[in-house]
């Protein structure tokens, strides 16, 4: 009987662990134990792993928990790079990866982790995490103080793209050290990423917020991005900018295609920031009519590459508004002159010319009729062709008599 019971505990034991079957199907060369695509329904045993291992492939597997990875001293100090992405993961234990004090890159992307089942103790101890991969995850949520310097104090690469974010607690990602943050592909409004909580000194490449449900930025959205180098924001609902206070330092490039922008003024970014070089509009429904013009009539804009394509009017549609000229505007609306010096001075030589015309038209009127009054005075004394021929002389008279 109690043997019976040893043998079945056996059994249950040997269905929860990995089947021998199943390591076997692995491949160990260069330092790398790869068992991407074999089956697993959970991690192996650390105990099955060679020592001095550096990197560890468990992708594409039936995994669907990570508990505490009590590998060897050994793997835990070699362990570099682990990929645990096209999974099943759906909870997580916390300290899980705490041993795993050199693992420089560990991917988790493409697995079912809810929100709710990621914070900061999970984390914990990752000290020299580089590259951290959580994209396609149905997180919904990043709750506070999950990604921060304090837990994870090198990463510089964070990819929560396509996770069906909806908000981000606050302060769920602060980091000095960050290089890259991708949000593509997720929910987030002007609300959710209203103090989106990155701290960021140097070396920030890129924040990708493509692909969001974005409909206006202000200067209160980005409180600290300082050295943010490229910003996109394509494929958004964008409709209103107001970036000039925003604290870009290094920012070069800004890529806002395909968004709901109809119009710009000169705070709708930080347009002369020497470092900023590359704008880009493209894909917007940009109405290209006088409110633009200030665009045209400033040389410091000609130094940058900026794309801005008119949709409207139907004439400039498909144009690169910076091609164009102040003319090919329609500025004859009033409104648009107080500042524009090229109209200033066409405008009142033109109403010069009409009001002279006017003048002229009424004085050559006036003579005409004096004239054939005189000529109607002289034909009834003298003979016709001789008055005729007179005219110019007559007309240059004229004051001297009035
Ligand atoms: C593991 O093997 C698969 C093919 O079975 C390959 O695609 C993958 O790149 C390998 N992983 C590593 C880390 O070399
Ligand atoms: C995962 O399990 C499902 C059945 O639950 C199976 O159809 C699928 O082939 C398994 N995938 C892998 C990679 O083993
Ligand atoms: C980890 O494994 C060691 C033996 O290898 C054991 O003494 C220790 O209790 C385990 N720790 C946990 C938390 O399971
Ligand atoms: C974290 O690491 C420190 C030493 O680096 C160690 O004392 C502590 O126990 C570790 N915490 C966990 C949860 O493993
Ligand atoms: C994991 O850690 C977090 C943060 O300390 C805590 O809120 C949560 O209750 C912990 N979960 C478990 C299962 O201990
Ligand atoms: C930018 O800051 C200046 C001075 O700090 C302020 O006068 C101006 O109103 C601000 N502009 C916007 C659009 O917030
Ligand atoms: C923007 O243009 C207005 C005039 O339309 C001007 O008064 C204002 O100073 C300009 N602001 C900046 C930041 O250039
Ligand atoms: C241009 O400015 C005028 C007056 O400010 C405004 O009524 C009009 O809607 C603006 N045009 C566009 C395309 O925004
Ligand atoms: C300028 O206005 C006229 C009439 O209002 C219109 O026919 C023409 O297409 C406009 N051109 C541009 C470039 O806006």
């Known amino acids: 009987m109690l043997h019976q019971m040893w043998l079945y505990f056996l059994t249950c034991s040997f269905h929860i662990l990995p089947t021998v079957s199943d390591i076997s199907k692995c491949k160990y060369q260069r330092s790398t134990y790869n068992c991407s695509g074999v089956g697993l329904q959970s991690i192996p045993d650390g105990r099955y792993l060679p020592p001095g291992l550096k990197i560890l492939d468990l992708s594409n597997n039936n995994i669907t928990r990570i508990p505490f990875l009590n590998f060897s001293e050994s793997v835990s100090s070699s362990l570099i790079q682990m990929f645990l992405n096209h999974n099943q993961i759906n909870s997580i234990q916390n300290f899980s990866f705490s041993k795993l004090t050199n693992l420089e890159t560990l991917d988790m992307s493409f697995n079912s982790l809810s929100g709710l089942d ?20 149905p997180l919904r949520i990043v709750r506070r103080l999950t990604f921060t310097e304090l837990e994870i104090p090198v990463l510089r690469f964070l990819s929560l793209a396509h996770c069906e974010l909806i908000d981000l607690e606050n302060s769920a990602i602060g980091f000095n050290t960050l290089n890259a943050l991708h949000l593509s592909g997720n929910r987030l409004n002007s609300i959710s990423i209203k103090d989106l909580p990155i701290i960021v000194l140097e070396d920030f490449n890129t924040l990708d917020l493509s692909y969001n449900e974005i409909e206006e930025l202000n200067n209160f959205n980005f409180p600290s991005v300082i050295g943010l180098r490229n910003l996109i924001l394509d494929h ?26 109809r119009t710009l003024d000169n705070t709708s970014l930080p347009w002369y920031l020497t470092t900023l070089r590359y704008i880009d509009f493209r894909e917007n429904p940009i109405v290209c009519d006088c409110n633009m013009s200030w665009m045209l009539e400033d040389p410091k804009l000609k130094t940058k590459t900026v794309r801005i394509m008119c949709e409207s009017p139907p004439v400039l549609n498909g144009r690169n508004l910076l091609d164009l000229k102040l003319s090919d505007l329609n500025c004859t609306d009033p409104r648009g002159y107080h500042n524009h010096h090229d109209d200033l001075n066409i405008v009142p030589i033109v109403i010069g010319i009409v009001l002279a015309s006017g003048v002229l038209l009424v004085v050559t009127g006036i003579l005409t009729y004096m004239i054939r009054k005189r000529q109607l005075k002289e034909n009834s004394t003298s003979s016709s062709t001789k008055s005729y021929g007179s005219l110019a002389i007559n007309s240059s008279k004229y004051p001297s008599k009035s």
């Open 118 to 137: 990621v914070n900061y103790a999970i984390f914990a101890n990752m000290s020299s995490l580089q590259n951290l991969f959580l994209d396609q995850n």
């Open 236 to 261: 958004n609902r964008i409709t209103r900018l107001s970036l000039i206070n925003v604290s870009f330092y290094q920012i070069q490039s800004i890529s806002l295609r395909y968004n709901n922008v």
